[in-house]
């Protein structure tokens, strides 16, 4: 019962990092604009199709794995520049469909470009398991928990040590104010764009050695994503971590002690659980009105 119980414990944290990167990507750019960004999972089916189409064409694999973060992050760049920019002061449901819009346009492009297939990558060190009390556990479950545990260790020396991290979080706390301050806050926008679409890459290019990759896996990635935002505290970087890893080890045990046919389901349980029970998620998220 043990080894079972670590087994479904370790893919729970393993799929759960993932998920903690994609919400730290809607943490992000909610704390920069109070857009809720519906096109994030692109952004982590990005970061894995890429590699996957880089190291298949013969660059290195520290190559390919650079140009699969930097490649999204300037999509990132443009949706904020060509899609958000222009109605930043619209309505938040209308950005919230345009975000959605700009999912289906990065998917369909992505499946006319890179096909239609299943695709993996090898593992980054070998794939004979680690026995850990009965229970395994594969060597590239450890890359995602030491990539998510040093991008989270980044994100706060970037926000707590340099004018540019203080910059974005001045704005999210009152944007009027850090414009009168002289904070170009389109920059800011811009920048967290950027930013929260190479996390998202980054939780692509990890997990794909364990789940595979295509076109359409960003769907339930970013929303489940958008769930451990929400049971977090939507906007609170710490949340965002803890709801993912809770939602990843909570999607796990169901799956494990009720029915895999219920996996999908359970994250969206939980999040109608915490609306109900505390609508402002674990930590409380960020509650400030748009300026």
């Not at 890459?201 to 489940?224: E, F, H, N």
């Not at 969206?268 to 009105?289: H, Q, V, Y």
Request: aromatic share 10%; net charge neutral.
């Amino acid at each position: 019962m043990l080894a079972q119980f670590l087994q479904f414990l370790f893919s729970g944290i393993t799929v759960g990092a993932t998920y903690a990167l994609s919400a730290l990507g809607f943490t992000l750019i909610y704390n920069a604009s109070n857009v809720i960004n519906f096109a994030q999972g692109e952004f982590i089916m990005l970061g894995g199709m890429l590699s996957v189409f880089f190291t298949q064409a013969g660059l290195p694999l520290p190559i390919a794995l650079l140009l699969a973060i930097v490649l999204p992050a300037v999509v990132g760049v443009l949706m904020e520049k060509l899609a958000i920019e222009p109605v930043k002061n619209a309505e938040t449901v209308t950005l919230i469909i345009i975000t959605i819009g700009a999912s289906l346009v990065i998917r369909g492009l992505t499946q006319v470009w890179l096909g239609k297939g299943t695709h993996s990558l090898p593992a980054f060190s070998g794939e004979d398991p680690i026995q850990i009390l009965g229970a395994t556990l594969m060597p590239q479950s450890l890359w995602v928990l030491g990539g998510t545990a040093l991008v989270v260790i980044v994100l706060w020396y970037f926000f707590n040590r340099t004018l540019q991290g203080k910059a974005m979080l001045a704005t999210s706390y009152n944007r009027l104010a850090a414009e009168l301050v002289g904070i170009n806050t389109s920059w800011v926008l811009c920048m967290s764009f950027a930013m929260s679409a190479a996390l998202g890459a980054v939780g692509g290019i990890l997990v794909t050695p364990i789940t595979m990759t295509s076109y359409d896996v960003g769907i339930m990635l970013g929303l489940k994503g958008f769930v451990a935002a929400v049971v977090g505290g939507m906007g609170n970087g710490l949340g965002a971590v803890i709801g993912g890893l809770l939602v990843g080890i909570l999607e796990a045990m169901g799956a494990g002690y009720i029915s895999s046919a219920y996996k999908d389901a359970i994250p969206f349980l939980l999040i109608l659980f915490i609306l109900f029970f505390m609508p402002r998620g674990l930590f409380g998220g960020k509650s400030t009105d748009r300026v």
